[in-house]
């Protein structure tokens, strides 16, 4: 059974400050998606991650993944209030010809000015 | 707007009751999938329907039925709700075979039973 595990999972951080995010899984996947979530809302598409070594970077965020060692990291950079949310990454598993994706627990971010 | 909509934002209900959420897309996906968001914001998936068809049941009591009446709505009815059953639950749609294979997601329906 594929498990999804982020770390951490509360992350209370400084304006200006650097840190990043970890999502480990445990088994083989090829696919592995970055979603943000504010409270009270739905969920938004941040990246996808399709291939090892891929690296994707939007604004203050940047996402990576290593299929070898079964990690994706979200770094987030010079970090500003507006990116408190709650982060998740999810990974693809294929089962019986369909696709299903598995999320982290989330990582429920606060920057504090 | 292209988008994916769940009707209602909000329900609260009693026990032993029955209702339905209503999901629809227009982003011309294949497959749509129902999510639940608990208490403690984790999100697991409950159904996946390609083309009008189920492809995905997770462990998931037979109250809850799914239903395609077509490729872009998928509806959920649940039956004798129970206090637990209180959750946010999301819809989603993708286009299978597509390399992405992106998700979205609807904006939920915050299930309240009392």
């Known amino acids: 059974e594929l498990k999804v595990e982020q770390n951490p999972l509360f992350l209370s951080m400084q304006e200006g400050k650097n840190y990043t995010i970890y999502c480990n899984y445990s088994?083989?996947?090829?696919?592995l998606y970055w979603y943000r979530q504010d409270p009270g809302k739905s969920l938004e598409s941040l990246f996808v991650?399709?291939?090892?070594?891929a690296v994707k970077q939007e604004g203050r965020l940047m996402a990576s993944l290593d299929t070898k060692a079964r990690l994706s990291t979200l770094h987030i950079t010079a970090a500003v209030h507006d990116l408190s949310a709650t982060y998740f990454c999810a990974v693809k598993r294929t089962q019986g010809g369909s696709e299903k994706l598995v999320f982290g627990k989330g990582t429920k971010l606060t920057v504090n000015p | 707007d292209t988008a994916v909509s769940q009707t209602p934002k909000y329900l609260v209900t009693q026990m032993g009751n029955d209702k339905s959420i209503k999901c629809e897309q227009n982003l011309g996906h294949d497959t749509m999938y129902w999510y639940k968001q608990d208490s403690k914001k984790f999100l697991k998936i409950m159904f996946s329907?390609?083309?009008?068809?189920?492809?995905i049941n997770e462990t998931v009591p037979n109250r809850f039925s799914p239903k395609s009446p077509d490729k872009a709505h998928l509806n959920l009815h649940i039956n004798s709700l129970e206090l637990g059953d209180s959750a946010v639950y999301f819809c989603?749609?993708?286009?299978?075979?597509?390399?992405?294979?992106?998700?979205?997601f609807g904006p939920g329906t915050r299930l309240t039973v009392l």
């Open positions: 329907y390609n083309n009008k068809e189920l492809i």
């Open positions: 989603a749609s993708s286009h299978l075979g597509r390399s992405h294979n992106e998700q979205f």
């Open positions: 088994t083989t996947s090829d696919r």
């Open positions: 991650l399709l291939s090892n070594g």
